[in-house]
């Protein structure tokens, strides 16, 4: 099991910007992934990243505005968030998947093990 710690959250305007950080106690998984949950809704899968080939996955909703990266010297993982809207409002986790294979899926039910959530509030 792994532990993660996310950082970096807050609250920013409209068109504001916010990076946020997930330590790892461990980063030995090949996918790491960024989800949030809105107050009423789901918890929807943002990004990931297969830490072995740093390659990156974005769903739809956040493709072009939302960039995932990795510092494995660190065993961080960061959700970097430009143009941000009202509607991202939301508690977000960082996960991290012993799924094998070469892709990431953005889907919480291929992810282990979880972190506490950083709460990020935009206004407009």
């Known amino acids: 099991q792994v532990q993660l710690v996310e950082s970096g959250g807050g609250s920013v305007q409209a068109g504001g910007s916010l990076r946020l950080s997930c330590v790892a106690s461990?980063?030995?998984?090949?996918?790491m992934g960024w989800f949030r949950q809105a107050p009423g809704k789901e918890r929807e899968g943002l990004a990931a990243?297969?830490?072995?080939?740093?390659?990156?996955y974005y769903s739809d909703s956040v493709k072009g505005r939302f960039t995932v990266s990795q510092d494995k010297l660190k065993n961080t993982v960061y959700l970097q968030m430009n143009d941000l809207k009202p509607e991202d409002t939301a508690m977000y986790y960082c996960?991290?998947?012993?799924?094998?294979?070469?892709?990431?899926?953005?889907?919480?039910?291929?992810?282990?093990?979880w972190g506490q959530g950083t709460q990020v509030t935009v206004s407009s």
């Open positions: 990243i297969h830490t072995g080939t740093n390659s990156p």
């Open positions: 996960a991290a998947s012993a799924r094998a294979g070469g892709y990431c899926y953005t889907v919480t039910k291929y992810y282990n093990d």
């Open positions: 461990t980063y030995t998984y090949p996918c």
